[in-house]
């Protein structure tokens, strides 16, 4: 027993060092048991991401999608603790013991509102349907499910003290969602957490994007008729426009990847009437989440000297804030590695014909080869992107990896009726079968070589620093339960 791990150790430490891939060895009996766990398993969890497909459900109304796997979840053993974090449609499910390591599997589950499509290759709204699965979150949820339930069962089987959970986790389209379940400490004793997310390759690259607040800045000045008695009023626009002027001066002296944007969303009704009321929306975002709040800080300050410079007042309201992805290579080497041993999807020459007529549909000449679906892209680690997810937070209090598989046709953005098209179909579920077999061999894989967890965590307390304390950039903003429901875009990414 010392000296296999005094192996498992040197095999860790090799890894950290030198990056060779995966390390512990699962044997090909238990990769065999695992996958075909996920396989028996597979037509069921067709027919529920079908389900969740034809039924979208917005950020935070996800009650039909939350329900259901929920209960797919309750029947395979699992015990569910579901409304957490003040979130309806939030959910904790556990099975295994409660000693031995933790693994976490996130699931996404909400829609896009004006997503509706058919799964055709030509545009094809399905009528009454207010969304739809645009960014696959429909595959997302059942697929980590999946992976959940092959897991549990192997456990079972194995005898091995160790547990797994699946965190369903609403509103990514700009509800936040998990921000508010990492900040209700949900992830206090999880060890790892994996997800996967629905895309038009294969890869388990492990990249860094950026970490947003955003937040709306409301004066308040005095009205009066612009011409008569101008000296009576206080404008409310020159208070915003004073905020603005600031603010792009400020850029100058900010560090040079941070992005501000706004727009000025009420700005007063007519130009003979002294605006009484302006609201600005803000965005600001960083590599480095501590840098975003730094910056946000000095936004509020702009917005404090305009308020006072004329003779308005001021408040503001966070309505999302995310930190950026912090990558681990330790734990994307081995998920790159599993996906190699899966391989990617195999399609039918029905689904070749299906892809290739999506495929002119696409706008862009140097769309990528159909026959990229069949490929798994070159490993990269911390490369920068530019998008903003509510993973990002998870990430800073848990040592994270991701994975994408090809559900939809190369080329195909995320948040385009191709992408809920693919999704309704075949080749949607073929991609989730692949990302679910994935995660089950990557958590098996950690569970049998707990040095190679310490390792990933090693290198998570580096990347975040020794003085690091997590503080959610929503300050203490409650879940915007309502977001999708007023204003559709309100909160978006
Ligand atoms: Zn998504």
Redesign the pocket.
Known sequence: MKRLYAVAKATAIVLYLYGTGSSAELSTENQAKLMKSVDSYAARMSEVALKIWSAPELGYQETKTSALLQDELRKAGFKIEAGVAGIPTAFVARAGTSDGPVIAILA?IDALPGMSQAATPERKPIPDQIAGHA???HL?GSGSVAAAIAIKTWLQETGMKAQIRVYGTPA??GGGGKVYMVRAELFKDVDVTLYW?PGDANNASQDRNLANTSAKFRFHGQASHAAVAPDRGRSALDALEAMNFMVNYMREHVPQDVRIHYVITNGGAAPNVVPEFAESYYYVRHPDPRVVAEVFERVKKAAEGAALGTGTTFDYEVINGVYSILPNDVLGRIMDANLRRIGPPAWTAEEMAFAEKLQKTLPGKNLPALTSAKEVTKYRFNGQKYSSTDSGDVSWVTPLATLNTATWVPGTA?HTWQATAAGGTSIGLKGTIVAAKTLALTVAELYTSPDVIQTAKGEFDKSRGPSFVYKPLIGDRQPPLDYRKGSPSAGTE
Do not use: K, L, T, V
């Open positions: 996404e960014c696959g979150h997302f990514e389209e997310h995320a």
